[in-house]
């Protein structure tokens, strides 16, 4: 029977990959709108692990298709424009269309399978977080690092020994894309001060599906990157440019967003 991984790149998923990956295939679904590190994470994970299985080892990259009015788009980033709708936390499409579906579509081809779903230890499945378990009738979901009992601290220490744990920026800390609904006003603050090539991008990607009705559909859904550089710019008159990063660099990480929770 075919073996799966749901990979993200993030800590429990490596550790699945390090710990059960023999043999077994990762898969990643692309949105097209991810940032930066992360596609330059998913190409070392996939580097590393080979190395680790001496090969035995593959990981797939997941595209995307969806149609809007008989075009086919692969990135949420167009489709996104295309609506000239921003996902809402009562409309995800950008999680349905992007991450479970291309998945589920992809398992439903596979014929008897095992996908591995990771939550650790300190998560029950179900409980703690909802999944897609059983969506696929021709899937056995399991949880191999909650059954084997390895929680987040037992994962940490695994992926320091393989030297693959994430060291990714403050405001990619809980994972999703680079324009997602979930990160908070301090997380959009800190893109501001710590990348503003990507926060420049953002700022065009928000004007580029506003309706020609003039409403406005901000990133944020309350405030726009706009009000934001706004605000950032205040701060740095008041405070200083130093104290700003030092603020900025204890964000706490919001909701997190992935393929196989919150569904």
């Known amino acids: 029977m075919k073996r799966f991984i749901s990979f993200s790149g993030g800590v429990e998923s490596t550790t699945m990959c390090i710990l059960y990956g023999k043999g077994a295939t990762a898969i990643w679904c692309d949105t097209g709108a991810e940032h930066k590190e992360m596609y330059d994470r998913i190409d070392f994970c996939e580097q590393q692990l080979k190395v680790i299985h001496n090969g035995d080892f593959e990981l797939i990259r997941i595209k995307p298709s969806v149609n809007i009015k008989g075009v086919n788009y692969n990135s949420l980033v167009d489709v996104i424009v295309a609506k000239k709708f921003m996902p809402t936390i009562r ?6 269309d992007f991450k479970i579906k291309p998945i589920d579509n992809f398992l439903k081809q596979q014929g008897e399978c095992e996908l591995m779903i990771g939550f650790n230890a300190d998560e029950e499945p179900n409980k703690d977080r909802t999944g897609n378990y059983m969506k696929c009738k021709n899937v056995t979901y399991s949880y191999p690092l909650y059954e084997d009992g390895y929680d987040r601290n037992d994962c940490e220490e695994i992926l320091t020994k393989y030297g693959m744990h994430p060291s990714f920026p403050i405001y990619m800390k809980r994972g999703g894309c680079f324009m997602c609904i979930f990160k908070s006003k301090s997380e959009y603050k800190a893109i501001c001060i710590f990348d503003k090539d990507t926060f420049s991008k953002l700022k065009d990607f928000e004007q580029s599906y506003q ?6 559909f901000y990133i944020a859904q309350t405030f726009s990157m706009l009000s934001i550089e706004a605000e950032i710019n205040e ?6 440019i ?5 603020m900025y660099k204890k964000v706490q990480p919001k909701q997190a967003c992935g393929a196989f929770c919150h569904r």
């Not at 409309?91 to 349905?96: E, G, K, M, P, S």
């Not at 701060?235 to 200083?240: C, F, H, K, Q, Y």
């Not at 130093?242 to 030092?246: L, Q, S, Y």
């Open 91 to 96: 409309q995800r499409f950008c999680t349905a």
């Open 211 to 216: 309706d020609k009705r003039k409403r406005k």
């Open 235 to 240: 701060e740095i008159e008041l405070w200083g």
């Open 242 to 246: 130093d104290k700003v990063k030092d």
